[in-house]
C-alpha cells in the first residue's frame, strides 16, 4: 500500500492530467478548444506580420526565389 501511495504522489500531474484529457474527450470539449487554439495562432501570426512587414516580405521573398 505505501509503494501505490507513493506512486500516487510522485505522478500525480500526469494522473490529473490524463483525468482532464478523458474528461475533454467524453464531452467533446477538445473540438472547442483545438478551435480556440487556432483562433490564437492565427491573431499571433497576424500581429507579427503586422509588426514586421519588411521581414516577412523578405523571407517570403526568399522562399518563392529558390523555387
Not at 474528461?23 to 509588426?51: E, H, S
Request: hydrophobic share 50%.
Amino acid at each position: 500500500m505505501e509503494k501505490f501511495r507513493d506512486f500516487l504522489i510522485e505522478y500525480r500531474g500526469a494522473i490529473i492530467g490524463g483525468i482532464i484529457a478523458i474528461i475533454l474527450l467524453i464531452f467533446q470539449i477538445y473540438k472547442f478548444l483545438v478551435g480556440c487554439l487556432i483562433i490564437l495562432a492565427g491573431i499571433f501570426v497576424g500581429n507579427y506580420v503586422q509588426r514586421n512587414k519588411e521581414t516577412v516580405k523578405e523571407k517570403i521573398q526568399k522562399i518563392l526565389d529558390r523555387w
